[in-house]
Nanobody, 124 residues
Framework: QVRLVESGGGLVQAGGSLRLSCAAS????????MGWFRQSPGKEREFVAAISSSGGSTYYADSVKGRFTISRDNGKNTVYLQMNSLKPEDTAVYYC?????????????????WGQGTQVTVSS
């Protein structure tokens, strides 16, 4: 069983920054690709960013490319999402997800384990 716990959300002004963290249990973290998704009221959960098991490959949704950076520290069993130049439309609950394969994927159904989410609110 893999457990994921997100943290680092909060309220920021437009143009500000936050860094989200996702702490994972389990000794096989380094074998899993990881992703970040988000969901706001009235919308389906959407892909934000993904990173391969080694951290060597990343992929971003067009809406966040150039502003967000996903990274991981396999020694700490943690994946991060650095969020810069935040916009009000980034407001959502952000979820960390784990995929039991090494490679990147973009869909909700490609991931096997999910955290409970952390709220990010960006004010105008």
């Amino acid at each position: 069983q893999v457990r994921l716990v997100e943290s680092g959300g909060g309220l920021v002004q437009a143009g500000g920054s936050l860094r989200l963290s996702c702490a994972a249990s389990g000794r096989t973290f380094s074998s899993y690709a990881m992703g970040w998704f988000r969901q706001s009221p009235g919308k389906e959960r959407e892909f934000v960013a993904a990173i391969s098991s080694s951290g060597g490959s990343t992929y971003y949704a067009d809406s966040v490319k150039g502003r967000f950076t996903i990274s991981r520290d396999n020694g700490k069993n943690t994946v991060y999402l650095q969020m810069n130049s935040l916009k009000p439309e980034d407001t959502a609950v952000y979820y960390c997800a784990s995929r039991t394969y090494v490679g990147i994927a973009y869909g909700v159904r490609d991931y096997d384990y999910w955290g409970q989410g952390t709220q990010v609110t960006v004010s105008s």
